[in-house]
């Protein structure tokens, strides 16, 4: 029962943070649609059990799908003038990019 309770809190901390970047990734009017389509990419590999893909696989790939976002977040917002509206939207996007990259690397560590 427990490991079961895992398992969901797991989940809802990994659909928390696609959507996290997607809200983020929605929200910034300057960033690129890179953003936008990476956490769309994300969000499915998330909320979608693919059979075609191995569970260690799918892990790995939402691994370094989000650690690449969480660099390009940090790149956007050292390049930023000043801290505006956009930069904010970033860092929830970036929030959401650092959780996705923690439980997907402890959920490949795991397997």
């Given at each position: 029962m427990?490991?079961?309770?895992?398992?969901?809190?797991?989940?809802?901390?990994?659909l928390g943070g696609a959507a996290l970047i997607l809200i983020g990734a929605l929200a910034v009017k300057d960033g690129s649609?890179?953003?936008?389509?990476?956490?769309?990419?994300?969000f499915t590999v998330q909320l979608f059990e693919m059979p075609a893909l191995a569970p260690?696989?799918?892990?790995l790939f939402s691994t370094v799908l989000s650690a690449s976002l969480t660099i390009a977040a940090v790149t956007q917002l050292f390049q930023a003038k000043g801290f505006k509206a956009p930069?904010?939207?970033?860092?929830?996007l970036l929030i959401g990019a650092i959780l996705l990259t923690v439980e997907s690397l402890r959920r490949y560590l795991d397997q």
């Open positions: 427990a490991k079961k309770a895992a398992k969901t809190d797991l989940n809802i901390l990994e649609l890179a953003f936008v389509i990476v956490g769309l990419v994300l260690k696989k799918a892990a930069q904010v939207f970033l860092l929830i």
